[in-house]
């Protein structure tokens, strides 16, 4: 058993795939290729955003988003601590800070009321209402931005998210990197904040054979400027140069394998949704030594993993144990909540700063989750998890 088969869809666009590569080589365009533009015209419109600007992968996706907003050294940008570390690296990357806010335990996603709280701590410089960074004693930052991640594909709470920033004056960007595909009140992921950023990691929803990314707004002077970062800040001349940007490009090979899945796409969607709602049959009991996860009303999330907690933080091992033997594969996301990496030390974060994400870190594992799962096989890995109970 695969824990995503990426084998299984492949055989079913295999010939859609070599005619995209061979039209590739046969134009030579391997850099910003006419496949770019059509790629992005098309996720444009699926997502109903007005632009969307290609990039080489997610992270670059954030990264464009943060320098289109100028973050730089002295901005506090608030995000979650249970995420990809990408979400928090692009911040850090751009000598800005992480600050960090505790999810919701209902969606595992930031917590609205919380990131209120947070900011508020941090204009009063106030660290006994919020965990703050270290950095906050003796400087002041400048609360600048949110990134809400849609973590699972399940979207954050964009209502209240987006009137906080507002009544704030700050932006939000939402990693969409693994949304792609879900929905929120009536919209697509990719187009509930400013900018929203996707990826397209094999992995994730709507994956290339390779990295891939892409970044999605309204606004056409941020569109322009995200553009013209990830071609080296080029302005009007290809050596001319208006910004300090990166060798961020969407490759041409890619966008043409994207462009001939995302062909089968939107039916891959609605299978993920068959999956996970067969899962949350299998595993909704009073006795199930897990909790399935909850989609709030007017959510739908495109199930890019199917985690589950577990009842008590000491059954984890055991399930994960039982499912290896049998040849089921699992994953752990996240292990280690943001915080608490090495690489943030500086920040001087403490274990029990997040306690929603520090708990959930111990409880959570992902069980296979992909388009092509049969019930059969459903049945099987709920079986061996409920034996426990
Ligand atoms: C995968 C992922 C990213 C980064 O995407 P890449 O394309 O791998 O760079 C960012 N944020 C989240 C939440 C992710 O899951």
Known sequence: MEFIDLKLQQARIRNPIDQRIKAVLAHGRYIMGPEVKELEEALASYTGSRHAVGCASGTDALLLALLAHDVKPGDAVFTTPFSFIATAEAIALLGATPIFVDIDPATFNLHPENLQRAIEALLDRDPTRHPLPRQTTGSTLHPKGIIAVDLFGLPADYRQINAIAQSNGMFVIEDAAQSFGAGYFGKKAGSLAQIGCTSFFPAKPLGGYGDAGMCFTDDAALADKMRCLSL?????????????????????????????????FPEEVALRRQVADQYHKLLFSQSSPVLPPAVPENYDSVWAQYSVLTKKQEYRRNLLDRLHEAGIPTAIYYPKPLHLQPAFNHLGYKAGDFSVSEDYARRIFSIPMHPYLEKEQQERIAGMLLELS
């Open 232 to 264: 080296h800040g080029q302005g009007a001349h290809k050596y001319d140069h208006i910004h300090i940007g990166i060798n961020g490009r969407l490759d041409t090979l890619q966008a043409a394998i994207l462009l001939a899945k995302f062909e089968i």
